[in-house]
């Protein structure tokens, strides 16, 4: 069985520089699962870390290692976990006939869940006349329509996405359809997820130093840039995207940068711990604390035992 890593784990633990570190140890390659990523002129904010590597036709090189599934769509297209998969499928064939590992790196657990283990939704094509109708509709109103459809759908649904508007909408296109079966088997892979954690304390300390870092970067910049070639907070994903949706009342006017810098510091804390009540209910993810010493060399040893040891069939 082809094997398969995962590096799991909130924003600012550092996935992406320990994924290339282990890509040069393994003779991997890095597919990204983040859910921004995937859009073309959106790399100071989303954390592509890309100035240093090439774009070599449809993979970025840094430093020797291939980076797979960023800039895949512009910020004004509609881009779904059905559209991700299909692409994340087509790299895992090539990655793994090259004879290389494949390393899931990414925060967005939603989008690797459906790649590894498939959702049984995946099948059922956006409704786009249903979706104008409904686009006028006020929350409560929306909630009230999947309540009558599938309370149990809604039920389920996390208290983040029962008041996304766009999530409420796939859950009533979803149970407006008459199609039944619908499902994706996943992927059969001998897979290792390694999770990279830390106090809460910590990581807000180093989301704040990042958010500073990005702004000396030249995020501001990047965002006056693709506004200027007409994207906007409401025509894209710039209004729906961390550490840029954030800058909205600071281009209108209506904000100081300060005020701008504390939200997102704030949102960016929120998110983290969002993400960390999706993956612990993982019960396979390994984990690592990122602030306590030696854990590379921890995470080194695992990956090296799991790697070099032969699937169960091959004993």
């Known amino acids: 069985m082809k094997k398969l890593l995962a590096i799991v784990?909130?924003?600012?633990?550092?996935?992406?520089?320990?994924?290339?570190?282990?890509?040069?140890?393994?003779?991997?390659?890095?597919?990204?699962?983040?859910?921004?990523?995937?859009?073309?002129?959106?790399?100071?904010?989303?954390?592509?870390?890309?100035?240093?590597?090439?774009?070599?036709?449809?993979?970025?090189?840094?430093?020797?290692?291939?980076?797979?599934?960023?800039?895949?769509?512009?910020?004004?297209?509609?881009?779904?976990?059905?559209?991700?998969?299909?692409?994340?499928?087509?790299?895992?064939?090539?990655?793994?006939?090259?004879?290389k590992l494949p390393i899931l790196v990414g925060g967005t657990g939603f989008y690797l869940r459906a790649l590894i283990e498939g959702i049984n939704t995946l099948g059922i094509k956006p409704?786009?006349?249903?979706?104008?109708?409904?686009?006028?509709?006020?929350?409560?109103?929306?909630?009230?329509?999947?309540?009558?459809?599938?309370?149990?759908?809604?039920?389920?649904?996390?208290?983040?996405?029962?008041?996304?508007?766009?999530?409420?909408?796939?859950?009533?296109?979803?149970?407006?359809?008459?199609?039944?079966?619908?499902?994706?088997?996943?992927?059969?892979?001998?897979?290792?997820?390694?999770?990279?954690?830390a106090p809460f304390k910590f990581l807000y300390q180093r989301i704040d130093d990042r958010v500073g870092k990005r702004v000396k970067q030249g995020l501001e910049k990047e965002i006056k840039s693709l506004l200027t070639k007409g994207y906007s907070f409401d025509n894209s994903v710039l209004g729906r995207t961390l550490g840029y949706q954030q800058w909205k009342g600071y281009f209108d006017e209506e904000k100081d940068k300060n005020d701008v810098l504390q939200k997102w510091k704030y949102d960016e804390h929120a998110y983290t711990k969002r993400q960390m009540t999706w993956f612990k209910k993982d019960k396979k993810i390994i984990w690592f604390d990122i602030d306590q010493k030696g854990w590379e060399t921890k995470v080194a040893d695992q990956v090296f035992f799991w790697y070099t040891k032969k699937n169960a069939k091959e004993n």
Do not use: C
């Not at 008459?178 to 897979?191: F, V």
């Open 9 to 99: 784990g909130p924003t600012a633990t550092g996935k992406t520089n320990l994924a290339i570190e282990l890509a040069k140890k393994f003779n991997g390659e890095i597919l990204s699962f983040d859910s921004r990523q995937i859009y073309k002129g959106m790399n100071i904010g989303t954390g592509k870390d890309i100035k240093e590597a090439v774009f070599k036709n449809d993979h970025y090189l840094l430093g020797g290692i291939k980076i797979w599934l960023y800039d895949l769509v512009e910020p004004n297209q509609d881009f779904n976990v059905a559209d991700y998969i299909e692409k994340a499928k087509l790299v895992l064939s090539k990655v793994w006939q090259d004879g």
């Open 127 to 197: 409704d786009l006349k249903l979706r104008k109708k409904l686009t006028s509709h006020s929350i409560e109103e929306l909630q009230k329509i999947i309540k009558d459809k599938d309370l149990a759908k809604f039920k389920k649904m996390n208290y983040s996405d029962q008041l996304n508007p766009r999530r409420l909408i796939r859950a009533i296109e979803i149970a407006d359809s008459t199609r039944e079966n619908i499902s994706d088997r996943g992927i059969k892979a001998n897979l290792l997820t390694i999770g990279l954690k």
